[in-house]
């Protein structure tokens, strides 16, 4: 759970930069990033609650501990964080109700693809796993995604990060698979440790050099633009 956590507040202080940097000089910026860390944070760890409240067979086999919670207590972080990213919208097209719906929906898409990944698509994690990469990579665009006006220059910088982040966060899911193999095996789940088996170690240290050159790739690129 420590873990997890530390990742909330990753995404949070990540979340926080870009949004005080794209909001800068705006009205009510303060209140606006505010808004704005604060429903993804709620989605975010309704999404992890979620996850452990579906996997309690596979954390026991396993013999971890997990924090488990209430579906009531779930779905009420679910709701709060669409409501708050709606008012977030509200805020920011300055009482356009059609357009904080429409950037509700940026919200809304996460919690849906979080609520499938619990309940069935954890069940292959070769598709889940994906999901889950691509949602990290989705929360460190939603900042500028929201904003009407982003310069092309922004997107540039930003992209090979999205690239490197995608692929760290699939080869932790991954490794996350390797240590769950023997609840996984357990309950008939489809992951990539138990479809290579012995071949997974090879594999695995393959991708993590492949993600270790993409970073030193991205940052070169990054610093040189």
Known sequence: MRSRLLNILFIG?????????????????????????????????AGYLNNDYHDQKIDRINGK???IASKNAIYLLYSSGTALGILYGWLQSQGVWIESLLDGLFFLLPTILLLLYASTLSRNKGIGNIVIAGLCCYSLALPALLKTSVKSDYWIALTPFV??????????EIA???????GDKALNRTTLPLVLGDFFSRFYSLLGLMVLALVLLGFGFYYQY
Do not use: M, N, P, W
Request: aromatic residues 6%; contains cysteine; negative net charge.
């Open 13 to 45: 202080i990540t979340i926080g930069s870009e949004s005080i940097y794209l909001h800068k000089g705006s009205d009510q910026s303060l209140l606006i990033c505010c808004l704005l860390i604060i429903s993804t944070l709620c989605i975010a760890l």
């Open 65 to 67: 501990e997990s924090v």
């Open 163 to 172: 690239v490197v982040l995608f692929l760290s966060s699939y080869v932790r």
């Open 176 to 182: 996350k698979d390797a240590e769950d193999i023997k």
